[in-house]
């Protein structure tokens, strides 16, 4: 039996297994059984055979099958990576609110303008300073004239106020209240 005849059977008896051993690293069978059909190709050449003196046929045809299946993996972890980059270029979000969420949201803001509007005056300064001017508990205690604990606990009664009002609206945007 000559060289190319001895790595066809090596490979058909071990063919099975090498699909099995392929399967997990490129995620599916179907891939695998490509991958073994490829590692086939390298591996019983068409051309008189450079890899007379091969100690282990067997683990040079699991080399080859890994490798391609590694290949494989990349290559198709980098096309994932492109299409994904392709898709945020030529599908963007889009730049406005659909109809209906710009109503959802304008009962929203109409609601949170409305529980603000109730609070005690410094309450509501309080928030709108932290939330809207993003500023620090020290700078509204700066500018509210009370102490930096006094001024983190009114945003979080505002901030507490606002959140219950909104749940209370429910997700339909209807008031459970009533």
């Known amino acids: 039996m000559n060289s190319a005849q ?3 059977r090596i490979y058909a008896e071990h063919r099975p297994a090498l699909v099995d051993y392929a399967t997990p690293i490129v995620g599916s ?3 695998a059984e490509d991958v073994v059909q490829e590692a086939y190709f390298r591996f019983v ?3 008189p055979p450079l890899l007379l003196g091969l100690r282990t046929p067997v683990g040079y045809l699991y080399r080859i099958a890994r490798n391609i299946a590694i290949d494989w993996t990349r290559r198709d972890a980098a096309e994932q990576r492109r299409n994904a980059a392709y898709a945020l270029t030529r599908d963007p979000q889009p730049l406005s609110a659909s109809a209906e969420d710009e109503l959802l949201c304008g009962d929203e ?14 309450k509501r300064r309080a928030y709108e300073m932290s939330v809207f ?6 700078q509204i205690a700066q500018q509210l004239g009370v102490s930096r604990a006094t001024a983190h606990r009114l945003v979080q009664d505002a901030m507490i106020h606002v959140m219950r009002s909104v749940e209370r609206m429910g997700p339909e945007g209807d008031d459970d209240a009533g």
Do not use: I, Q, Y
Not at 109 to 122: C, D, F, G, I, Y
């Open 6 to 8: 001895a790595r066809l």
């Open 29 to 31: 069978r179907d891939s």
């Open 45 to 47: 050449p068409t051309r």
């Open 109 to 122: 803001a109409r609601l949170v303008l409305a529980t603000l509007a109730s609070l005690p005056e410094k």
């Open 133 to 138: 001017g993003e500023m620090s508990s020290t």
